[in-house]
């Protein structure tokens, strides 16, 4: 059972994460207690209360047992070449994620194709809260610092087999952000998504047929303002694309 303290902690920080979200000022972390693991997840189920439905869900590394996971907003989830609304910096990441087209069954870790299919996507990323150096539970809180996601091209003829190590290409306006070999995050996306998959439960609705998985960045993460044009591509997959633009 979740005790007051729990309670108090999770709603001090969804309110101020909220608040930032809804004024564009970022709220000050260092009055924030910090969030153990569960009031983390905790504060992103309050948090969609107000953001509404879902397109997916991110994952990467955070403890052991403890996977770095996060709900990404539906709208804030752009189709490739979109504008993207930008009150100030995003981050863009380039990834790996997988569609879910059947419910998730054990069988699925055989024949992986039949009940996902890899997409290429950019994902957006924002900071609702000040500092340079924040607490990983905090991060986790504020979404892992997701904002948002822009679908690219499925890879249709999958065959089942993982991905670790691509070339890939990511320009952000006159910046090259990367020109060649990158490695998936942990050296496997498909790992990265049994680790969700094994971890996520009921959490913010669990998984949905239709949602994307993301897997993490294969680029770093690097902030544009708005009125950059973002160009991105890996082999394999074509081409993604969107410009942020004020708004």
Request: glycine residues 12%; proline residues 7%.
């Amino acid at each position: 059972m979740t005790n007051t303290a729990e309670t108090n902690t999770a709603e001090r920080v969804a309110d101020i994460l909220m608040t930032a979200r809804e004024t564009g000022q970022r709220g000050d972390a260092t009055r924030l207690p910090v969030p153990d693991y569960a009031e983390a997840l905790d504060i992103q189920t309050r948090q969609l209360r107000h953001l509404g439905p879902i397109s997916g869900f991110k994952v990467g590394a955070f403890r052991d047992g403890q996977p770095a996971m996060a709900p990404i907003p539906r709208a804030h989830t752009h189709d490739n070449g979109a504008d993207v609304p930008a009150r100030g910096r995003l981050g863009l990441e380039l990834e790996i994620g997988f569609d879910l087209l059947r419910a998730p069954d054990p069988a699925m870790r055989d024949r992986p194709q039949d009940y996902v299919v890899p997409r290429l996507v950019l994902e957006l990323c924002d900071q609702r809260l000040s500092g340079e150096a924040l607490d990983p539970a905090v991060k986790l809180a504020d979404m892992q610092l997701n904002h948002g996601l822009v679908l690219g091209p499925v890879l249709t003829d999958w065959d089942g087999a993982d991905f670790g190590h691509l070339n890939a290409r990511l320009q952000c306006g006159e910046d090259v952000v990367v020109d060649g070999p990158v490695s998936v995050p942990g050296g496997s996306a498909l790992r990265a998504l049994w680790v969700l998959m094994d971890h996520l439960g009921d959490h913010c609705g669990g998984l949905q047929v239709g949602q994307t998985i993301i897997t993490g960045s294969v680029s770093g993460l690097e902030w544009f303002p708005p009125g950059t044009d973002v160009q991105a591509r890996i082999d394999g997959f074509g081409d993604i694309s969107c410009r942020l633009v004020q708004g």
